[in-house]
């Protein structure tokens, strides 16, 4: 909205507000109600600067842990009138969250960026000229397991473990 602001008034003189806006298909009162912002933010913008300060310290005192629904009950209990959505909302233009309890996603592979790739034989065209002639396939690795490996992409996953040889699951 800064660009078609600053666009109709280097040209209103000229031509006039309205026909300008209209031309942008832009509603007048939006372009009045932006330069109004220009000159005092709105009361929501400057409740939202003060809540923001608020939050930070209430979300700073329960050692950041606290997530939207617990910080919003702590502001009520502080006595200030907030809004749960507004909480959220603040906190993610804050860029602060809550601890989950919940798991958190365990990787276990760590590649190693220095380690050799295999070469890519097929140049990503996984197309053949003819039966058989290009076989493609897509391992995993299973921690639970010793040395497992699945085969993916088939109706019946074939696993192949210790050396053995490959058998249906």
Known sequence: MNVLVGFIDEHRD???VEPICKALQ?????????KKRELAPSARAVRDAVMMQVLMVLW???RKVYGAHKLWRAARR????????????LMRELGIQG?????????????????????DLV????????PDALWVTDLER???????????????????ADGQKLRAA
């Open 14 to 16: 000229e031509l006039g």
């Open 26 to 34: 832009v509603a007048p009162s939006s372009y009045y109600a932006a």
């Open 60 to 62: 700073v005192t329960n």
């Open 78 to 89: 502080a006595g200030h009138e907030i809004g749960r959505d507004q909480v959220a909302r």
């Open 99 to 119: 601890v989950s309890r919940r798991r958190k996603k365990v990787f276990s592979t760590i590649s190693d960026p220095d380690a050799t790739r295999a070469a």
């Open 123 to 130: 140049k990503r065209n996984f197309t053949a000229d003819r």
């Open 142 to 160: 299973h921690e639970a397991l010793p040395n497992l490996a699945v085969v993916k992409g088939h109706r019946l996953p074939c696993v192949a």
